[in-house]
């Protein structure tokens, strides 16, 4: 590889930070700040997180997506219950055990083919209430954009919140990526989320221009004072808080987080347009958000992953993963595409 | 309080980021970068611990201090094991039982006068081996300097694992004040942690003028590859890891982390002297740190705690406890001495 | 010893079955029975712990004490929430970790003279509230008769409750020896339970004549629904319960778990009364249950655990216990205080 | 129904205590013994298991089968790592969440058409070794016989292990049923545990004619000592042990466990091949030990649970289970196979 700094498509997580999230941690380093939350910069994102989810939503900038995930799950289960997720939900697959091991919560996964739930496949799960040989089904969590880059539409959304609300359960929404499928949908937040009967989300702002940020977003009032006391006990709490939360009010100020998901939306975009010309080369899943999923031949991978950075999704069937970033260019993304065909070229 | 930003005595993590450690931020947010720890940055900082921590040490940045304890002890124990620490141990007091809950450790915890443990008070609880009754004592925790301001010197702390060890017991320095006590101490951190028989400790970067990064180091070898684990489940894993190893190697260059926490010291030194000369006000503890514990009126607390903040330490007693930070100046604390005299005067 | 089935003083689970619980077992042993705890024995004996313990009262037969501990305080607290107890509780120091390992509850420990806890000593840990920093004290558990062999009078427990309600805490009371505190105050159940403001707690009947079986007592009924979950999860669900039920059927049947109770309660008081003349002898601790603590020379404790079961206390004290148990017979007792007064002429 | 206690066929835990298991009981009832296994009946109980299992075998007793499970891949697994197991493993479906929850254990599950895991079957889950985002595969638990009533081969199981092994797996074996799958394999318990690679089992015995105990049969001596802690810890541990151990000694007697399981088998065989005749009833799965799995009109379903218990196994296709116990007789085969005749004719 040129150099390792070299910008590639392995994840929207390899990206740095957006000048304005950086000058706004610097804008709040000033002084003394009562730590742990109880500062000005978090109380003023309280009502910036207000303006995009209501005036009932309570945010809560933790530090990592899992942590997000896991403590919002934790708060909407009981001991003895599980969450229904997709197998490809990243909560099941991607956190190192993390739901199970520190949440300690029953997974109940539903095979799915493009990684989203809908209220027949919940129902694969959403049996056995009242059976206490059964960890009860008490929270649907979907992801969106989903890991296989689809998107829910707001009317898919709301049959599902619909379903689980009618069976007692609560919905969880993991929005590691909620900024691209907002973007993509061109909708406000709360259309598919407060206003879709959403209980609770993750905010995900590190893919999308963060340094490290994200937030729990309440939208159900039960569940508000559970968080306070989870994300500390859950580890998630940061002292220097007002550092987090600048970086989170940077995104919500002048459509920065906007930008920045439009902008990796249409570079997978002009990727899945340039990459459809090559012959060889399929793309195996709607382009709906900033990932790309297609099958090359493997010596082609092979050769491609020693000058860019991207990951085998498939061992087996040869299918990889690139996602764009808030950085990515359409140079970036033009020069990947030449290589590609150069690549396919030689086989 | 004319405003909420005048720099108080509530807490070291009330402060900001030390412009090095900003600047350090800055540097390295060009390009993409390996998510999760496989970056370049991380790779130099491994370097530079090794320097200061011997060659065996291995560095893992993670997020916050309860995070580095959890990890690092759950490292340490087998599921039926539990940690021996001082009943004022922050472990024990502050962490809203995240090492019960996300670590299932028991605490076998040991009242103390000054928040140091010794082989004498730790036989109190190192008992048992063999019962499966009893939850098997296997680490004891210290806290260097302690929650009580107070710092082990080199030859308590090797008296400590010298007998934990010669017990079958490893032994665990909480450092969430490390760099406060290496500059009182006027030695190397290797001498009171590698040097001194220490297996795993937490490194502190937060409270000495990072902005959010803390680090686990371990010393003994059996103990790195459950970490590389134990960080990913516990949540404590950042993504875009650059930029929490940039601010721990922006302390450890030109000797930051020691000029910070020289600082603090004698801040702390400067306002027990000026107050010592108080009559009516008692300085409680050795002053051995950053932190000066004292007694005074309730009424003038209460007055001071209108212009200052700071946190009353026991209610019963009238203590209170005041922090001085990397940011602390000679005129803080002569203001805040002065003002105390102001107060105790009026009554 | 001259047999490995001699009668000692170790423990009262080291006696053996009461014959009519074992002929209880036998009476239920036909047929089929619906599994998990819908059968008959097991319906009946809703009924007779409503008699003992009122209408409102719920019984969950569990396995063994720990369990029924665990399970009970997982349902009165929150993931985020911690127990008072006093230090010398079973639940902190006997029950290898399950409470934190299991539970991953919090225990915030008092030290006690008696094993008593009061208002007052309560206050040392009630504290915090609202705090997220400190695992949020939700549930005091007392021990009746207590660990060291005393007895909570009726308006000792009122006096807890009252308290712990004010503050809005729950109240558990670990019963494992429920039955020798009912029979030394002369009381029913209910006197010092429902009637005294317990929420829930542990009926211990293995000690006192069963073979296997304790039971979880609920009489605050939002705790109902989540033990029938929890015993489950918690792994203390037998699946052929009408054996378990019949066992403590069999207890409350005819004053069985009285008269069981009174004899070793009645032994132990031959036993601190014989004692009680032998030179060189101190009785320690009050004798209100089945339990004599007494300070003896070592070499005579060592002596006299060649030819008896007991345990040394406290090595420190040379502490011994000495506990009767249902089958203790006067005889025991005579030949054992023999053999001390014996033993300790040698010296 | 013309009484609830009618022998039925809805599972062999609805059944009693076999007369010799309650005779064997009854028969260590006198004296004292010490409590928590170090009892002369436990200690007899390990030669016991030694001739069945193997010089090497080490026998824990323990309560419930969910225990035995639970303790055993607690021991099995590092806190990080994972359980390989079928989707339609009693472990994940049936035990409350209790491996997620008090083992918090991840379980990476694998649909089959049998109930058995291949080692083809197992490479699905068994991947992302290293990776600190998977939680690591560890340990494969296979059930012997199977939920689905089937049973691995001597080979079979022998293909696992060494699968397992070559990838620095452990292999785990549920034998809530072990003594049906040793019956009708015809061979001794080793056969297809000691022998074949097993590395821990659960022993089942309350199913088979035990009231209450089951147990852990450690065959990797690397998990002797984790086993006796965790045991304890995970609230599995018998006070009055030599009541559990005269059940399983007693089964071990005289080739009860073996005349029991072979009862079961043939009548499951006997109730096959009566219901094959009746036109409209369908067996669909192999009767291998001694469940039978059907597909009849949900009508019949509903007109036969008036009169008999069994469960419908699934919904949807009408599928229902029916269990044959170690009590089973041919008459009570028989007028089920004429009932059942009788309610297909009604329709």
Chains 1, 2, 3, 4 share one sequence.
């Not at 199970?100 to 997974?107: A, C, I, P, S, T």
């Not at 539409?153 to 599902?160: C, G, P, Q, R």
């Not at 989320?193 to 994200?214: C, P, Q, V, Y």
């Amino acid at each position: 590889m040129s150099s390792s700094y070299e910008r590639g498509f392995a994840s929207d997580n390899y990206s740095g930070i957006h000048p304005d999230v950086l000058a706004a941690i610097a804008k709040v380093n000033f002084g003394h700040q009562i730590s742990y939350g109880d500062d000005e910069t978090t109380a003023l994102l309280a009502d910036k997180f207000r303006l995009h989810f209501g005036d009932d939503a309570h945010v809560f900038p933790v530090l990592i997506g899992t942590g997000a995930n896991v403590v919002a799950l934790q708060a909407m289960t009981k001991p003895w219950e599980a969450v229904i997720c997709a197998s490809s939900a990243h909560l099941h697959v991607d956190e190192g055990g993390a739901p199970e091991k520190v949440g300690r919560l029953k997974l109940w996964t539903i095979p799915t083919l493009d990684g989203k739930l809908t209220p027949e496949l919940i129902d694969q799960q959403a049996w056995g209430l009242g059976d206490v040989h059964r960890a009860q089904p008490a929270v649907v969590s979907i992801t969106q954009s989903s890991e296989l880059g689809t998107i829910y539409t707001v009317d898919e959304i709301k049959a599902i919140t619909k379903h689980a609300h009618s069976l007692g359960m609560l919905v969880h929404l993991d929005g590691a990526r909620i900024s691209n499928a907002a973007a993509a949908l061109g909708v406000p937040f709360r259309a598919f989320t407060t206003d879709a009967g959403i209980d609770a989300l993750s905010f995900g702002a590190t893919k999308n221009g963060a340094m490290l940020s994200e937030a729990i977003v309440i939208l159900n009032p039960d569940l508000v004072k559970p968080i306070a006391y989870l994300r500390k006990t859950s580890m998630q709490l940061a002292s220097k808080m007002r550092f987090i939360s600048a970086q989170l009010d940077a995104l919500l100020t002048d459509d920065l987080w906007l930008n920045n998901a439009n902008n990796s939306n249409q570079m997978a975009a002009r990727l899945a347009a340039g990459v459809s010309k090559i012959q060889g080369v399929q793309i195996v899943r709607p382009v709906e958000a900033n990932a790309v999923f297609a099958i090359l031949p493997a010596a082609v991978t092979e050769a491609l992953q020693k000058r860019f950075h991207f990951y085998t999704w498939d061992q087996v069937t040869s299918e990889v993963r690139w996602m764009c970033s808030w950085d990515t260019t359409a140079d970036d993304v033009d020069t990947f595409v030449a290589a590609i065909a150069e690549e396919m070229d030689k086989i």
